[in-house]
């Protein structure tokens, strides 16, 4: 369970779908980047499909709101981005890992997706996402 701000402003909590939709919790590393920009149109692209499986999509960073809502606006994001500046939410899902850049050692998020069913309780973790070919997968997660 969790509350954080939305780029539109408003809180947003994992309860408030609980026994009306699955939700596609989806972690990514830092908006506009090559891979995350990727992920998140895929994602936009196959909104409809998403949403006949009664599922809703949340994105969810340590950028700002101020950062997520140009990243909206940019890409036409049809889902709400979620800000974890204090990395609050992102430790309760163990996504904070440690990156090697170059031989330059930093922590930095994981790219990974969870599908929490109706229900609540979460049905499918996806760690160590591959960018390519990962909305496919979600879809079949959100089919089973």
Same mark, same amino acid.
């Not at 049809?78 to 440690?98: A, G, M, Q, R, T």
């Not at 309780?121 to 996402?129: A, L, S």
């Given at each position: ?10 809180? #947003?909590?994992?309860?408030?779908? $609980?026994?009306?939709?699955?939700? #596609?919790?989806?972690?990514?590393? $830092? ?8 992920e ?21 960073? +340590? ?9 909206v ?23 904070? $890992? ?5 031989? $330059? ?5 994981? +790219?990974?997706?969870?599908i ?21 997968? #979600? ?6």
């Amino acid at each position: 369970a969790f509350s954080l701000l939305a780029h539109t402003g408003e809180k #947003v909590s994992l309860k408030d779908f $609980k026994g009306k939709k699955q939700v #596609v919790l989806y972690f990514y590393p $830092k908006d506009n980047t090559p891979g995350c920009t990727k992920e998140a149109c895929s994602f936009k692209e196959n909104i409809e499909t998403i949403a006949e499986k009664d599922a809703v999509v949340l994105g969810i960073s +340590r950028d700002s709101i101020n950062s997520h809502v140009k990243f909206v606006e940019k890409f036409g994001l049809p889902f709400l981005l979620l800000s974890d500046e204090e990395e609050e939410v992102c430790k309760k899902y163990d996504v904070i $890992k440690e990156k090697n850049m170059c031989g $330059k050692i930093s922590l930095g998020i994981e +790219r990974s997706t969870f599908i929490i069913g109706k229900d609540g309780k979460i049905k499918k973790i996806f760690r160590k996402v591959k960018v390519d070919g990962h909305t496919e997968q #979600v879809l079949a997660a959100l089919a089973d």
